[in-house]
Nanobody, 126 residues
Framework: QVQLVESGGGLVQTGGSLRLSCAAS????????MAWFRQAPGKEREFVAA????????YYADSVKGRFTISRDNAKNTVFLQMNSLKPGDTAVYYC???????????????????WGQGTQVAVSS
């Protein structure tokens, strides 16, 4: 089992940047595919980005492609989400998640992921 703790959220103006971090503890971090999801008020939780165990492969939602970058540091048991050119539509609670196995078909699914953090709030003002 792995425990996940997000940090780095906050309030930023349109066009600004934030860097989210997710620190993992428990089992071997490099055993897990890591991802970020987000959930806005009244909406379903949606996929943002994912990264393979080694960091060599990444996946992005179309809505964030070119603006967000996911990365990981296996030596520090941490996954990051660099968010640039933020828009009001990016406002949500952002969750870190871990999975032991994915496919191209399942990487964006909420049910694919076994472990979740508590979330960190990101608010983008217009």
């Amino acid at each position: 089992q792995v425990q996940l703790v997000e940090s780095g959220g906050g309030l930023v103006q349109t066009g600004g940047s934030l860097r989210l971090s997710c620190a993992a503890s428990g089992r071997t971090f490099s055993d897990y595919i890591m991802a970020w999801f987000r959930q806005a008020p009244g909406k379903e939780r949606e996929f943002v980005a994912a990264i393979s165990r080694s960091g060599s492969t990444t996946y992005y939602a179309d809505s964030v492609k070119g603006r967000f970058t996911i990365s990981r540091d296996n030596a520090k048991n941490t996954v990051f989400l660099q968010m640039n050119s933020l828009k009001p539509g990016d406002t949500a609670v952002y969750y870190c998640a871990a999975a032991t196995s994915i496919t191209r078909a399942t990487v964006r699914g909420v049910s694919t992921y076994d472990y979740w953090g508590q979330g960190t709030q990101v608010a983008v003002s217009s």
